[in-house]
């Protein structure tokens, strides 16, 4: 099993949809979350990180449930420019982040 | 602005060679990563770098890998001899703190290189 699973998807929503990701973890030491997203044969890049009082930016909201290990990804009003996958990465120990292997989110037209 | 730096971008050898994959962090980021990512798999740790020191190197899958940071800034990801099971994009990503911090730190990655072994 892995440290970090997340539904691999694929999710097809239409523009303007509501689209929810969820990971869990299985490290009761984890320390830190974050969600990154990855286009297509590019690098992954940081799209928010996720306290535990749970925060909002923009249309993406995010939430972390340390007692059932479990992280959310909210995204609301999807716009074709959301396309790619959503991965999701908990820091244990100090300089190693462990990653799950990325929920694909299409939205069409 | 400099990022995350690695070359080559594209990698084609045969099995059985030896490669050399190179990262250029951004400039002053103490810690430096080198990921493994097979397709449609999210990124694996091979091992991580505070300064000149290799912390971790828990993730390297075998003795054939090695990695090297002499000067703590440009690192040095080497593959002897070659199998088609290397064949993957190797990532690295840099970080501005190091120690007890890190682990908060979100991580820049660079492009990445991608490696096809024949």
């Known amino acids: 099993r892995k440290e970090v699973e997340q539904d691999p998807g694929p999710f097809n929503v239409p523009e303007g949809a509501t689209v929810a990701f969820n990971c869990t973890y299985s490290?009761?030491?984890?320390?830190?979350f974050f969600w990154y997203r990855q286009d297509c044969r590019k690098e992954p890049k940081l799209l928010m990180s996720?306290?535990?009082s749970g925060n909002e930016d923009g249309r993406f909201t995010a939430q972390l449930n340390r007692a059932s290990q479990y992280i959310s990804l909210l995204i609301r009003d999807s716009k074709l420019s959301d396309s790619a996958t959503y991965l999701c990465v908990v820091n244990t120990n100090a300089g190693k982040s462990t990653f799950g292997d990325g929920t694909t989110l299409t939205v069409k037209p | 602005g400099a990022g995350v730096s690695q070359s080559p971008r594209y990698k084609v050898a045969k099995r059985g060679q030896d490669v050399a994959l190179r990262c250029d962090p951004i400039?002053?980021?103490?810690?430096l990563f080198w990921y493994q990512q097979a397709l449609g798999q999210g990124p694996e740790f091979l091992t991580y770098f505070q300064n000149e020191a290799q912390l971790d190197k828990s993730g390297l899958p075998s003795d054939r890998f090695f990695a090297e940071r002499p000067e703590g800034s440009v690192s040095t990801l080497k593959i002897q001899r070659t199998q088609q099971e290397d064949s993957a994009v190797y990532l690295c990503?840099?970080?501005?703190?190091?120690?007890?911090?890190?682990?908060?730190?979100?991580?820049?990655f660079g492009n990445g290189t991608r490696l096809t072994v024949t």
């Open positions: 996720v306290y535990s």
């Open positions: 490290n009761s030491a984890s320390q830190s």
């Open positions: 400039s002053g980021h103490v810690s």
């Open positions: 990503a840099s970080s501005p703190v190091g120690g007890s911090r890190s682990y908060n730190s979100p991580l820049h």
